[in-house]
């Protein structure tokens, strides 16, 4: 989906992807004495998407776009139709309505933003330099999930609660993987939710700004996922078959469904309950990875263990079986 936001706009996207390549591979080893600039690489997102938004400012006011062209960074009046001051509160939009069917579907959605979040936890902790997560600590974090999704559903927000994957790929291009910068992150969601104006402000950037953006996060993330595969034996001809197979089926499926919808019955919510899991690319390809990883197994090969890489994890399956995580999570204990 980024890639067709990006090519919407193709004028403003193509400079803000450019742009931010050159702040992030090209403008930190720029050095100041023997030290290198690290203001460039802290911010490069918020410079890139300064000027490109300044650039698309400028061919809004110069007229290049129509009124309604999504490309203008005075869309559909956002600004001037926000409110100065408001506090969302619990069940503003109504009293809660029960139906076992959306209801369904809105689990199964759940159910595959706690596999990808899972993901993006598991990226998380190793851009920020921690060992694996122990089943403890990452059984917190999907708990809160479900909590921040509760709480969503009471406000009536538009979609639920799952680990950002952008935020994790902003931690790999910053290097920063300090909580204090979370904590700082959710006081300005605050403050922009209960200050419409100045949400607004930044809910104009255009959509092809962002994507650019996402084009970046993203090859983060999925490089990390790739990354742990280095504890696997790759010269294994079943582990080559399994790692192919699962990436090309997880573009190939997500695709065939959103584009042909082959579940068509009477019944929506069945159609949802099938549909929103094998649209996304994630949930498909780990769980053909999962599955064709747990029955392409041969009895006889004592080497089976150490060609999935199981023996690097097996350290890490408790809290305390190594000393560094004891260390980096003690907090969460």
Request: glycine share 10%; proline share 4%; net charge positive.
């Amino acid at each position: 989906m980024t890639k067709f936001l990006l090519a919407r706009c193709v004028e403003i996207g193509l400079p803000e992807l450019i742009v931010l390549l050159i702040f992030t591979q090209y403008l930190p080893h720029v050095r100041r004495g023997d030290r290198r600039i690290l203001v460039l690489d802290r911010y490069a997102v918020i410079f890139s998407t300064v000027v490109v938004w300044t650039f698309a400012y400028i061919l809004t006011v110069a007229g290049a776009y129509k009124k309604s062209h999504t490309c203008r960074t005075d869309r559909a009046g956002l600004i001037d139709g926000a409110s100065w001051f408001s506090i969302p509160y619990p069940f503003q939009w109504g009293s809660p309505t029960l139906d076992m069917g959306e209801s369904l579907a809105m689990m199964v959605a759940s159910f595959v933003a706690l596999v990808e979040s899972t993901g993006g936890l598991i990226a998380i902790s190793r851009y920020a330099s921690a060992t694996p997560l122990p089943p403890s600590v990452l059984s917190r974090g999907i708990g809160w999930q479900g909590v921040g999704n509760f709480i969503s559903g009471m406000i009536g927000t538009g979609s639920g609660v799952s680990a950002s994957i952008e935020n994790a790929g902003l931690l790999a291009m910053t290097r920063v993987g300090s909580r204090r910068v979370v904590q700082i992150s959710a006081g300005f969601m605050i403050f922009f939710s209960i200050f419409g104006k100045f949400g607004a402000l930044f809910a104009s950037i255009p959509a092809s700004i962002v994507a650019a953006v996402y084009c970046i996060l993203f090859a983060y993330v999925g490089s990390g996922g790739l990354g742990l595969l280095q504890f696997c034996n790759l010269n294994s001809f079943r582990g080559k078959f399994i790692l192919g197979f699962s990436i090309f089926m997880g573009l190939s499926i997500p695709q065939y469904f959103v584009e042909y919808g082959p579940v068509r019955t009477h019944a929506r919510w069945f159609n949802d309950v099938v549909s929103v899991p094998f649209s996304s690319g994630v949930f498909v390809a780990g769980l053909l990875a999962v599955l064709l990883d747990s029955i392409l197994m041969r009895r006889s090969d004592r080497h089976i263990h150490t060609d999935r890489g199981m023996h690097w994890w097996d350290r890490f399956t408790s809290m305390r079986a190594d000393r560094r995580s004891t260390e980096f999570y003690s907090h969460a204990v």
